[in-house]
């Protein structure tokens, strides 16, 4: 079950949760508890989303000469994307879909560049009116993007407008991985999820916040963790979505304790079957490859991308009760307009081929909230091993992409897990951009 559990999304995330990283270097470190200004390289630009119309017109006229193959009778979607469902998706793209008003949308959200480490980082950074919020960086996965996040933010910072309490409000920090959206795709090798995971500490000191809190799910489960062993002296408590790891190493029986619900949950693993790892196993091996293609022609890319959103979440096989086709367009549409289809795959390689493991446990407090439809998972005892588990929260419906299906869920599931952790933490410097 190991080897099989090994291979896929769930292989190269684990690779990436116990990767070592770089550290926050002794001068951003000492910048943020001195509260010394920033220099003119740590500059943060306003930043304002505005696609070029001629690539928008590009577009249309590559989805109007798109070249369907043809697929066999019954196929459904067993072979692969399902030939009527991507026609008619492909259509609403070309004739319906409107990224102006998308654009316009994501708009409403501060968003700024920086540049860390020689690479300009995207961000929306979301600040609270409340005065005592709780800064928290959310980071997204693959195929996600920051516009995942679009129905969480205002929940977060402004809790009171949808039912919440004053005191539960965070700023909201939201980067864009590099090679991902707005972020500058790597010009070299080696940016794993621990490297990236330096690179966003430094982020959260350069905005001035000397404690703070995280959230991940994907890739950004693999970045957060690393995260916390990385910058744990500034992190108040790490919240993830997608909780797994293999068993313990050294365990004799690693079903030894476990319930036999929680056995069967591992045994039922969709990444425990193999048809279900081909995209993995081609990105974490020859990214650039598949990269050609998928940069080249908007319909392989939403190919691509819809398989996983309709076989990842709690859709029952129906991909439109999970999403809207505006929801996925709008992501599918970042991954073209930006061309960086091909630079985010690589993070499956980065992570398959990254250094020496970082073994050290993970000793701020961490959330897992269990989604029902999650691509992967581990019990509650392989993670308790690994980390200082204080809360798990198994929930009644959603799957891997949380905040996009099932926001208020999750919503409310941070806010209790970080209500007892604030003590005296609060936003620290506010108005670095």
Request: proline share 6%.
């Amino acid at each position: 079950m190991a080897s099989n559990l090994a291979r896929g999304i769930f292989a190269a995330v684990v690779a990436a949760l116990v990767v070592g990283g770089v550290q926050m270097s002794a001068q951003n470190a000492a910048r943020r508890s001195a509260g010394a200004p920033a220099a003119a390289s740590d500059a943060i630009k306003p930043f304002k989303i505005n696609v070029p119309e001629a690539d928008l017109a590009d577009l249309k006229q590559r989805l109007a000469r798109a070249r369907i193959p043809d697929e066999l009778e019954g196929a459904n979607w067993d072979y692969g994307t399902n030939r009527a469902y991507l026609r008619e998706l492909v259509t609403y793209w070309q004739t319906r879909f409107d990224w102006r008003a998308q654009e316009r949308r994501l708009n409403r959200f501060e968003q700024f560049t920086t540049n860390i480490d020689g690479l300009d980082v995207h961000f929306i950074h979301r600040r609270s009116k409340e005065p005592n919020a709780l800064p928290l960086i959310i980071t997204h996965g693959w195929p996600g993007s920051f516009v995942e996040f679009d129905k969480v933010i205002e929940r977060l910072t402004d809790p009171v407008a949808y039912g919440g309490r004053a005191e539960d409000a965070f700023d909201v920090v939201v980067p864009s991985i590099p090679g991902f959206g707005f972020s500058e795709k790597p010009h070299e090798r080696g940016y794993n999820p621990a490297r990236i995971a330096g690179m966003f500490a430094k982020l959260m000191a350069r905005l001035g916040y000397t404690r703070y809190a995280a959230q991940g799910g994907d890739f950004g489960s693999a970045i957060t963790r690393s995260m916390a062993q990385q910058d744990a002296a500034h992190m108040v408590g790490l919240h993830l979505n997608f909780c797994i790891g293999g068993a313990p190493p050294g365990v004799a029986d690693p079903n030894a304790g476990l319930t036999p619900q929680e056995i069967l949950r591992v045994r039922m693993n969709l990444f425990a079957k193999g048809d279900e790892q081909a995209y993995s196993q081609q990105m974490g091996t020859r990214p650039q490859t598949v990269g050609y293609a998928l940069n080249d022609s908007p319909v392989g890319l939403a190919a691509w991308i819809v398989e996983k959103f309709r076989a990842w979440s709690d859709s029952g096989g129906n991909v439109e009760s999970a999403f809207t086709k505006d929801e996925m367009l709008t992501n599918i549409s970042l991954y073209w307009l930006t061309q960086t289809a091909t630079s985010s795959a690589r993070i499956y390689y980065e992570a398959r081929n990254a250094g020496p493991a970082d073994t050290r446990r993970i000793e701020i407090p961490v959330a897992c909230a269990i989604f029902p439809k999650e691509v992967a998972y581990a019990p509650r005892a392989w993670q308790a091993a690994r980390m200082n588990l204080v809360r798990w929260t198994d929930m009644p419906r959603g799957g891997h992409f949380a905040a996009l299906e099932q926001p208020e869920l999750l919503v409310n599931d941070v806010r209790a897990f970080f209500r007892d952790l604030r003590g005296g933490a609060s936003s620290a410097s506010r108005s670095n951009e």
